[in-house]
């Protein structure tokens, strides 16, 4: 059984950098053809799409998000990282990782993951 566990701050001051780490148990994030995202909620909105980083390490990002966000990973702890720079309240939210079977399935309209983590609160204030 396959899980995802988030981890990271929970508070981060405005135009500081929201760093996040996803650990993942029962696979490894170099398998193929898996793609790893994060996603995250806005209190009140839906779900929002941020990027992804495929088995391979190639890494995809929303365009409206891409100047702002970098997605790593560390094959040898089986995790992978998000980093969300110059963060205003607005980006506060809950933040989710998620595995999808491909990079397609991550990236195209209808989006399908299969796997999710159980998201953490990060809240963006001074």
């Known amino acids: 059984q396959v899980q995802l566990q988030e981890s990271g701050p929970g508070l981060v001051k405005p135009s500081q950098t929201l760093s996040l780490t996803c650990t993942v148990s029962?696979?490894?994030?170099?398998?193929?053809?898996?793609?790893w995202s994060w996603i995250r909620q806005p209190p009140g909105k839906g779900l929002e799409w941020m990027g992804v980083?495929?088995?391979?390490?190639?890494?995809y990002y929303s365009p409206s998000l891409k100047s702002r966000t970098s997605i790593s990973r560390d094959t040898s702890k089986n995790q992978f990282s998000l980093q969300l720079s110059s963060v205003t309240p607005e980006d506060t939210a809950v933040y989710y990782c998620?595995?999808?079977?491909?990079?397609?399935?991550?990236?195209?309209?209808?989006?399908?993951?299969?796997?999710w983590g159980q998201g953490t609160q990060v809240t963006v204030s001074s």
């Open positions: 998620a595995r999808s079977l491909t990079t397609a399935q991550a990236m195209g309209a209808k989006r399908e993951y299969d796997y």
């Open positions: 029962g696979g490894s994030i170099t398998t193929s053809y898996y793609a």
């Open positions: 980083i495929a088995y391979d390490g190639s890494t």
